[in-house]
Nanobody, 115 residues
Framework: VQLVESGGGLVQPGGSLRLSCAAS????????MSWYRQAPGKGRELVAT?????????NYADSVKGRFTISRDNVKNTVFLQMNSLKPEDTAVYYC????????WGQGIQVTVSS
């Protein structure tokens, strides 16, 4: 199993970023996928989850509801996190997570929201 995140970086408050996580080594469409984040000095936080197959089921942390959208492309084996109206408190390392057996993590990608 391999998960590779991309799309992070530095953005001003109010801006947008789109994270991608390219998955390989398993039947992507058969598993739920999640995004987590970890801010400096804090624990890892579940941001969003999308169900398997068509991904009709999604769940979000209260802190990102209405601003972030998780989606998936089962042809490209990729899960996305569209982040809008970003705030400084969204600054964190973001991780892709595959809900397979005991779980698999990506390497993480930095998102910094600052003026």
């Amino acid at each position: 199993v391999q998960l590779v995140e991309s799309g992070g970086g530095l953005v001003q408050p109010g801006g947008s970023l789109r994270l991608s996580c390219a998955a390989s080594g398993f039947t992507f469409s058969s598993y739920s996928m999640s995004w987590y984040r970890q801010a400096p000095g804090k624990g890892r936080e579940l941001v969003a989850t999308i169900g398997r197959w068509g991904g009709s089921t999604t769940n979000y942390a209260d802190s990102v509801k209405g601003r972030f959208t998780i989606s998936r492309d089962n042809v490209k084996n990729t899960v996305f996190l569209q982040m809008n109206s970003l705030k400084p408190e969204d600054t964190a390392v973001y991780y892709c997570y595959a809900r397979i057996l005991t779980g698999y993590w990506g390497q993480g990608i930095q998102v910094t929201v600052s003026s």
